[in-house]
């Protein structure tokens, strides 16, 4: 679902090569993301991606990488903890800086997220921070290790189970977590805050986001991500998280290029690549999706293409008829436009002229039902009608249109 996604590596805290993701909107960028993962998940779990896809669509990059000894990148896992973390994210925003722009979000999930919380205060640029099943205390994450801990802590390192993959946990893991203090961090992160978190989250539960928020000062929000599990491995509960985020960003960030103020008007749709009709539209400051219905292959994420069309002509249509009321001063209640589409016999169209209706080809029908609040005289009534015809819109899809186009290569 992501709409351009670039493969990248960089220089981790150690030296290590890092593998990354960066995932570009199609069209102007507002920002640019970093995300952090969860502890000893990876930039490919699939929340990350739904999340990233998502924050693309309203067009903002994000920088999604694994840590060092995680997923693709180098390095021994056994080396490090939750201070290289942080110093890996510190090399992910300078490798954001020399070569793109410096982050102006954060965002980490579970571990990742205390690891933004603690991260934040050392990149200058960054405006806003969101935390996803994050833990009030970098030490939670002990609890994964079980009887193990013991062993940790009496011999120095020891081999511990985590989501059925063996990893090598040393004792310096163990002393540097409990050394975190991540609720100081909060409270003095003097940047807005998003605190999502599932209620039914077994892994970290609802408490550690009560503590961070009561930490953290003002401009902080909580959204409760419902039935949610930990990893958000319901594509809907990821897709819901993310639209949060983007919304709740949006006001910490500079605004789009609002219509008409721009060098040239158009309306610019891309494939996403989500899906096999999925299309990502830019309108001015306004992004949204077009695709079909699920019963023909689509996800059904947006409007397909005739429905742009009805919505086209139900908009002007009650636009030229609010413009009409006002140039004659008419009180005229609420209007509503209800468009439906169909292909239909010629011979069928009863709109049709007689010659029109002779041929036996399929045509374009639009049936267009006008309702307006309140009582409306039979004068009003037929003048209504007529006035709707003269929408421009309605004049484009009755008149024969000419489309130039033009093919070029795109240019990235």
Known sequence: MAFNTQRLQFAGHSGATLAARLDLPNGPLRAYALFAHCFTCSKDLAAARHIAAE????????????????????????????????????????????????PSLLIGHSLGGAAVLAVAKNIPEVRAVVTIGAPADVAHVLKNFGTNLEEIEERGAAEVDLAGRKFLVRKQFVEDARAQSIKDAVASLKKPLLILHAPLDQSVGIENATEIFLAAKHPKSFVSLDK?????????????????????????????????????????????????????????????????????????????????????????????????????????????????????????????????????????????????????????????????????????????????????????
């Open 55 to 102: 924050l693309a669509r309203e067009g903002i990059a994000v920088l999604r990488f694994d840590f060092t000894g995680l997923g693709s990148s180098e390095g021994e896992f056994a080396s490090t903890n939750f201070s290289s973390n942080i110093a890996d994210l510190l090399s992910a925003a300078d490798y954001l800086r020399d070569h793109f722009l410096a």
């Open 228 to 412: 949610a599990d930990h990893l958000l491995s319901n594509q809907e509960d990821a897709a819901f998280a993310g639209r949060i985020i983007s919304g709740w960003l949006t006001r910490y960030l500079a605004p789009d290029t609002p219509q008409g103020t721009g060098p040239i008007e158009h309306v610019r749709v891309t494939e996403t690549g989500g899906s096999r009709f999925q299309n990502a539209v830019q309108a001015g400051s306004h992004r949204l999706f077009a695709d079909e219905p699920e019963n023909v292959g689509g996800l059904d994420s947006g409007p397909s293409p005739y429905d742009f069309l009805s919505i086209a002509l139900g908009a002007c249509t009650s636009m030229t008829l609010r413009l009409y009321a006002d140039h004659k001063k008419l009180t005229l209640g609420r209007v509503g436009v209800d468009v439906s589409h169909a292909k239909i016999h010629a011979r069928d169209c009863e709109e049709c002229s007689e010659t029109e209706r002779s041929g036996s080809a399929r045509i374009d029908h639009f049936e267009r039902v006008i309702s307006i609040d309140g009582e409306v005289s039979e004068e009003l009534h037929d003048k209504i009608a007529e006035i709707a015809g003269k929408c421009p819109v309605h004049r484009t899809l009755e008149s024969v249109a000419k489309i130039k186009t033009v093919v070029k290569q795109s240019l990235k």
